[in-house]
Every structure is written in C-alpha cells, then in structure tokens.
C-alpha cells in the first residue's frame, strides 16, 4: 500500500462527508489568493482547504526531502512534475503525516497556519500545467460506434483500423483553459443540408464531449519509444477534461484531415491534477479487446481505472441538470496503450504534455458523453427540469463535469471542470 493512500487516516482539517477530496487524494494545483499582490504557486487541498506548498516549504515541512523547493514558487506543475513521480510521492507522504489528526507539529500552530491554509473561497484555481502538445484520442468503443451508426451504415460502425490502433489526432494546446473560463460560441464555415454552398455563422450544434486526461513528467529524445511496461513512469496524473465541439463545422471540414476549427475554440480541464498514485486502489479491468493487437500494444493486469463521471447542464438563473451518467472504466484501449502508441514512432514527448481519453461513452443511452449521441444528432431532444429542451448547447448554458473513484474506504474525486457559454462576438 501506499502510505499516503491508507483509508484509516484522517485529518485534523474537516472534511465533509462525500468530499473529493479527502486526505488520501492529496492531488496538486495552481492557485492564487485573490488578496492584492499574491503570486501563482503550488498547492494541494483537503476538503475545502488548499494547502501552500511554498509557504510550507518557507517554514522548513520538505527539508528531509532531497530535491529544490523553489518549484513550489512556479505557476505551472511542470518543474514539479519534472523531478519525477518517486519526488510527488515523498510530498503526498510528507502531506499525509503534517496533516493526520494526531500530528499536532503544524495542527496547533495558529500563526503558521494562517500563511499556509486558505478557505477555497479565498483563491482563484489557475490552469496547473503549462501544456507543451496537447493529443485527443477516440478510444471508447461505444462512442466510435454511435457516431458510426450515425454518419454510415451501422453494420459497419467502426472503421477497419478501429480495433488496431488508438486512434488520436494533434488539437490545439493554447486553447486549453482551466474551469471556471467562460468563452464565446464559435463562429465558422457550415454547410445546410438544403444549401448548395456553405455559409459563416456561429455554430449551431454546440456540444461538450465528456473525458478524462493525462499527462507526463519525463521528457524522451526523438527516436525514442516508450514501451507499456514503462508508459506507468511517464503518467503522472489525471484532470477531468471537456473538449468542447462544434458538430456543423465539423461535419464539413473534418474530411479529409480530421478535426479543426470545430475543436480549437476552447477546451476545457479541471484545475486539480489527481495523481496515477492516488487512483491505485481504483484499478479495474477494461473491455475485452476481441482482435488481437500487435506486441507493442500488448499489456498484463488491470490499467483502466473506476471512476464514475457525471455531465449537468445549468441553464441560465437554473439549477444545474444531470444528463448523464458515464465511468472512465468504459475505455476500450487504456492510457498505456495510448503513450505506448503516441511514441512507437519516436515521436518523442515533452513534460507537461497533455492527452485527452476521447469522448466516455457507456452500453446505455443515459451514458452517453456527448449531446451528438444523447440526442442522436438532435432528433430526440433532451428535456431539463424546467421543461425546456436541448438538442446541443444554447447561449448562456453552464456544462459542469464532476469524477470521482469510490469505494467502501475511500472516495478520491476531481472536483469539476465548469463552464459558460457567451454569445457568439
């Protein structure tokens, strides 16, 4: 077991009941106090208290660990990220111990308890990697299958290559932003079914597509290819992930170069990374891959992971609205095979890379992860509590995702990754 992981610890800081974040998550971000002049540093949380890892650092709680503190003073992950998983995992162990109920070392010092807690209310969660590449996979089963159906002949769903490779594509990094970021309706080029020739207007089919991602903390040299058995080291933690989508636009630009300006306006991330460590008792196996892979793609135990998914929709002045219910656990192929596929080539990879698991679709239709299969591409309109209906998303909508991993011991979640939609500019 991990030390940090053991279910029987508590914390002096309260927690309330079903919180995602429990003293056995320990996951990091970037945040800053909303008081004037404080600068973007690194920090953890447990309940609804975030945790200055530079203002811990200062008061001397990391100097049995072997490494620089002056990452904590970064406004990315990255410099952490970069000392390697076996450095986070001696700072989640440092964590856990100041912080269980019984260690009174920090608990009852008032005074440097006021320079390193902070209220969740009291700061402002910023985007906690700076994202070098940024790849989108398409590896759940069912939503390469529905989109199939939709778009060709259902009997042949899924494209011959489906079941052979990952299949991803390069999206766009700088458009990447942290929850909480509003954005405007994309405007673009969309053809109507009755036109003879396409026009420019904002979208009107826009969607969210519910994923999780990735990313790494060690950097490759071209040439170089990173094999299932070392993919593990390279993963260092997982956000939730909505990779906004404009359907129309999509539909007529995505041949014959796959996606574009149908994906570049905004996507959007969780500002809490929940590390590969915290999600270990969470291990579970995936599908059954029923055409045998090629060696590299080969893998032996459990490398999907349980965790529950949810997507709302708040309508404007409205309480939110669940849509649908999904699980990380649906992958077909698994991060592993991902990183180990991204590199076969010697495409080599970067710290603070990004990798989205593709839209999380399940066997039934309230598990679907996008508004494109929820409502079958509009046909059967989704109604919310209000009574107003969706076919995609309207102007002045919220979209919030929430994850997390539970079981009889210990729940380990992601907070959420929220979202408004602004009228097109």
């Given at each position: 077991m991990i030390k940090a992981n053991n279910p029987s610890l508590q914390s002096w800081i309260k927690v309330e009941k079903n919180s995602d974040f429990p003293i056995q998550n320990l996951p990091f971000g970037i945040f800053k106090s909303i008081e004037k002049d404080k600068k973007p540093r690194v920090g953890s949380i447990i309940g609804n208290t975030v945790i200055d890892l530079s203002a811990l650092a200062h008061e001397g709680y990391f100097n049995k660990c072997n490494f620089s503190t002056q990452v904590f003073k970064s406004s990315s992950l990255n410099d952490f990220m970069a000392l390697g998983k076996k450095v986070c995992a001696d700072v989640r162990n440092t964590l856990s111990d100041l912080f269980e109920k019984n260690n009174a070392s920090l608990r009852d010092n008032a005074e440097i308890n006021s320079k390193v807690l902070y209220p969740i209310d009291r700061v402002e969660l910023l985007l906690p990697i700076k994202i070098n590449d940024y790849t989108d996979f398409y590896s759940s089963k069912e939503h390469a299958t529905n989109v199939g159906s939709m778009f060709r002949d259902p009997a042949n769903a899924l494209l011959p290559n489906w079941k052979h490779i990952p299949i991803g594509y390069h999206g766009r990094a700088s458009s990447i932003v942290v929850s909480g970021t509003k954005?405007?309706?994309?405007?673009?080029?969309?053809?109507?079914?009755?036109?003879?020739?396409?026009i420019f207007v904002p979208t009107r089919s826009l969607d969210f597509e519910l994923e999780m991602a990735f990313t790494t903390c060690n950097a490759t040299k071209l040439g170089e290819s990173i094999s299932i058995?070392?993919?593990?080291?390279?993963?260092?933690?997982?956000?939730?992930?909505?990779?906004?989508s404009a359907r129309d636009m999509q539909t007529w630009e995505y041949v014959p170069l796959g996606p574009f300006l149908a994906k570049s306006f905004?996507?959007?991330?969780?500002?809490?990374?929940?590390t590969l460590d915290a999600l270990e008792p969470f291990r579970t196996k995936g599908p059954e891959q029923d055409v045998k892979v090629l060696p590299y793609l080969e893998f032996s135990g459990n490398k999907n992971f349980n965790i529950n998914l949810e997507v709302y929709i708040k309508a404007q002045d409205k309480e939110p609205f669940k849509v649908?219910?999904?699980n990380f656990k649906y992958m077909y192929w698994n991060m592993s095979q991902q990183l180990a596929h991204q590199t076969s080539n010697g495409c080599n990879i970067n710290v603070g890379d990004?990798?989205?698991?593709?839209?999380?679709?399940?066997?039934?239709?309230?598990?679907?992860?996008?508004?494109?299969?929820?409502?079958?591409r509009g046909t059967k309109p989704?109604?919310?509590?209000?009574?107003?209906?969706r076919k995609f998303i309207n102007d002045h909508d919220t979209v919030i995702m929430k994850g997390f991993a539970e079981n009889e011991l210990t729940r380990i979640g992601f907070g959420e990754v929220k979202n408004k939609v602004l009228s097109a500019l």
């Open positions: 954005f405007h309706r994309p405007k673009g080029q969309i053809k109507p079914q009755d036109a003879e020739a396409p058995a070392e993919s593990e080291d390279h993963i260092w933690g997982l956000m939730l992930f909505n990779d906004w905004a996507s959007s991330v969780s500002p809490w990374v929940v649908c219910t999904s990004l990798y989205a698991s593709g839209t999380i679709s399940g066997p039934t239709p309230d598990s679907y992860g996008s508004m494109l299969e929820l409502t079958w989704l109604k919310l509590a209000d009574g107003s209906e």
